[in-house]
């Protein structure tokens, strides 16, 4: 089993930065492919963000975030990052943390381990 805690959601306004920590519990934190999703209330959980796992080589984002959003991990604190710049009012949702036992994907019922998430509220 593999717990995930997410953290450093917040109230900002357009164009402001934040950066959101999940911290994983367990030995294979590295074995994990890793993943950023998010759900705005009345609508479906959708994707923000992957990495893959052990050195992160490869990242993917969603086109709505490109640009603006970065995801990394380090191993060594069993955490990965979602730096989020230049937030816009419609990235507002709750955020949740991913965990992937076998490979980087999009989709959310791909995943194995989910944090409880943390709110993201940005303001116009």
């Known amino acids: 089993q593999v717990q995930l805690v997410e953290s450093g959601g917040g109230l900002v306004q357009a164009g402001d930065s934040l950066r959101l920590s999940c911290a994983a519990s367990?030995?294979?934190?590295?074995?994990?492919?890793m993943g950023w999703f998010r759900q705005a209330p009345g609508k479906e959980r959708e994707f923000v963000a992957a990495?893959?796992?052990?050195?992160?080589?490869?990242?993917y984002y969603a086109d709505s975030v490109k640009g603006r959003f970065t995801i990394s991990r380090d191993n060594a604190k069993n955490t990965v990052y979602l730096q989020m710049n230049s937030l816009k009012p419609e990235d507002t949702a709750v955020y949740y943390c991913?965990?992937?036992?076998?490979?980087?994907?999009?989709?959310?019922?791909?995943?194995?381990?989910w944090g409880q998430g943390t709110q993201v509220t940005v303001s116009s």
């Open positions: 991913a965990a992937n036992l076998f490979s980087v994907r999009s989709t959310a019922g791909d995943y194995d381990y």
């Open positions: 990495i893959s796992r052990s050195g992160g080589a490869s990242t």
């Open positions: 367990g030995r294979t934190f590295s074995s994990y492919a």
